[in-house]
């Protein structure tokens, strides 16, 4: 195999290494035709360089081309042929359109220089010295803008996942020259819904694995398991403080803050993205996938928070049928078992992605999809709107918790105050949040456990159940889903899990091997010492009933006639969410006999009416 010659110029504090295109071959020996590759390390304020990808390409139809710049802290991945990988995948529809294509490492990562640090925070727009992910994307765009011929003045943005977040940050100062961004599955807040902690809960498996990760050099190096079923060994490493003393050693930062950081504090503000987004200075496209396993919360709060300051109508969103950042992976028909009757991720990519970056870049064709453009899920189509949530023809119904499992949208009339459905949560025996053996959650426990049939669950004495008749007409929901649990406990905290799920009919005649199959629509977690604020943590009053709320975020999905609606209510989830000891404790020092079991009680009585508020459209 052959590939590009690498020459090394250096001028001044700028080391170039720029790959020759005459001669260049690709694995069969045949000349790439598509684009000038030139690598280079562009230097920042502060003078350290990033290596940088340029792809030109060798055909200009149409003139001047505008410049998509994607940043990552996930290396620059290559072909057989040494070019990106994304020109032949993800950017597929985006490359043959014609754009001059930019990736880079950022700091501390792969083959750039400086230090990583994760997620980090906005800089200080007072301190002219200051630098952060922000001033780092202005001062690439300002050297391509300078040293690339033919480009026609305009530059877009995106990513996904933490590139999505990358994005982010290119908004808060932007370099003029940004005419449109989109933000793909970007986490808004660590904390609060994405990916290391839900609503005070430590999402163990994502948090362990992403800091170790991230953290152990500059490249990805999973940490290796030495089991193969990871709830095995989560259980086994007992409370959060043997993760140090038996194999981090203090030397992973982001574990030691997690660690350090257990309730909303400054390190955790500091990264959230929302107070710092106060305005639309661009056209904004946000992408968000209804069953993203990490950060379904950030690209939904991004856009609603846009939403505030958005006069000019710049603001967009696009949700589809997908796994974290699954429209850059696959056709998008099915996921897991569901099938969605079309291919979403290249309806996606063709007439959403490619169409906003030429009109906005190019000033080509048109862009009349609607504000939002969300995938109805059961209904399998896609439907504009508006606005996200749509306001048209809402209902807000109230779907009740009732005796021997049943729910129904008509409130009881008991006066009784004792009705409950009851459960042990015991710390030492808790609910999987996937079928075992599970892989680690970076070597595939992320990717399809959100469609997982939930029947491996369902009836586990530690699950409580309720389900609706079968339905005599589709229920289509659209909107915010809201938890609101009576609950008490025997302990002094614990976690309120809550998942809506959709019950296929056992003769399922459009597909027979999906017949009873339970589809997890919303989920989400509580940590019922955070009830009333995420800075104050306050014990569980023991044995009291408490109304708890719990926002399960938006979703788009047709419980089709026929099926039944289902919710489930757990204290354990593991190890997506680590153990809670059931009792009021710091749990980064928690022992192992804090660790108690807890009976806890879900109330569905007239006076404590246990329910599921769901926003209905009227059709």
Not at 14 to 39: I, K, Y
Not at 184 to 196: E, K, V
Not at 245 to 273: C, D, S
Not at 347 to 372: N, P
């Amino acid at each position: 195999m052959r590939h590009c010659t690498t020459y090394l110029i250096r001028h001044g504090a700028l080391l170039s290494v720029a790959l020759a295109t005459a001669g260049c071959a690709g694995g069969d020996g045949a000349p790439n035709e598509a684009f000038d590759r030139q690598q280079v390390m562009i230097p920042m304020r502060d003078g350290i360089a990033l290596n940088t990808e340029i792809y030109v390409p060798k055909e200009r139809r149409g003139g001047a081309l505008p410049v998509l710049l994607t940043r990552t802290p996930y290396g620059l991945r290559h072909d057989d042929d040494g070019y990106h990988t994304s020109l032949s995948t993800s950017y597929a529809e985006l490359a043959a359109d014609g754009y001059i294509f930019v990736f880079q490492d950022i700091r501390g990562r792969y083959e750039s220089e400086g230090s990583f640090v994760m997620l980090r925070p906005p800089r200080d727009p007072h301190d002219p010295d200051a630098i952060d992910e922000g001033t780092d994307t202005y001062d690439t765009i300002e050297w391509v803008l300078e040293n690339v011929e033919d480009h026609n003045g305009r530059v877009g943005i995106l990513g996904i996942s933490y590139g999505g977040w990358l994005t982010v940050m290119a908004m808060i100062e932007p370099h003029p020259a940004v005419a449109a961004v989109s933000p793909q599955a970007s986490p808004a807040d660590m904390y609060i819904g994405d990916d290391f902690l839900h609503n005070g809960a430590l999402r163990l498996a994502a948090a362990f694995g992403y800091a170790a990760l991230m953290e152990t050099g500059k490249t990805n190096r999973p940490f290796q398991f030495d089991q193969r079923d990871a709830y095995e060994w989560y259980l086994d490493l007992g409370p959060l403080s043997n993760a140090n003393e038996r194999y981090l050693h203090g030397e992973i930062p982001t574990w030691n803050a997690f660690m350090e950081n257990p309730v909303y504090t400054e390190y955790w503000k500091r990264q959230a993205v929302t107070p710092y987004l106060t305005a639309v200075n661009m056209p904004t496209l946000n992408v968000a996938g209804w069953w993203d396993a990490e950060d379904f919360y950030g690209p939904m709060k991004i856009y609603e928070t846009l939403e505030r300051y958005d006069t000019a109508g710049m603001n967009f969103l696009v949700v589809g049928p997908w796994r974290h950042g699954g429209w850059a992976r696959s056709d998008g028909s099915t996921l897991g078992s569901v099938d969605f009757g079309s291919n979403t991720s290249e309806y996606y990519r063709t007439q959403l992605q490619s169409r906003f970056f030429a009109y906005y870049l190019k000033g080509e064709g048109d862009w009349d999809v609607g504000e939002a453009h969300t995938f109805e899920t059961g209904g399998n189509r896609w439907v504009a709107h508006d606005a996200w949530p749509p306001t048209d023809a809402v209902e807000v119904r109230h779907l009740y918790f009732h005796p021997s499992g049943r729910l129904a949208f008509a409130r009881r009339s008991d006066p009784s105050t004792e009705a409950y459905d009851s459960y042990v949560s015991d710390p030492a025996n808790p609910v999987p949040y996937m079928p075992r053996p599970m892989p680690g959650f970076w070597q595939g426990g992320q990717a399809l456990w959100k469609v997982t049939d939930q029947r491996f669950v369902h009836r586990r004495p530690d699950v409580l159940s309720w389900e609706t008749e079968p339905l005599e007409q589709d229920v289509v929901v659209a909107g915010r889903i809201v938890a609101n649990l009576f609950a008490s406990s025997s302990g002094t905290d614990c976690d309120w899990v809550v998942k809506l799920i959709d019950i296929y009919p056992e003769d399922y005649a459009d597909d027979p091997e999906m017949g009873g199959f339970q589809l997890m629509i919303a989920d989400d977690v509580l940590r019922a010492k955070f009830r009333n604020g995420f800075e104050r943590p306050e014990p569980v009053p023991a044995n009291e009933v408490i109304e708890y709320r719990i926002d399960l975020n938006s979703r788009y999905h047709r419980f089709r006639r026929g099926h039944k609606i289902m919710v489930q209510v757990q204290s354990t989830w593991f190890p997506l969410i680590g153990r809670n000891p059931q009792t009021f404790v710091n749990i980064p020092t928690a022992t192992e006999s804090d660790y108690r079991k807890a009976t806890q009680r879900v109330y569905r009585s007239a006076s404590f009416p246990s329910h599921m508020v769901l926003p209905v459209i009227d059709e």
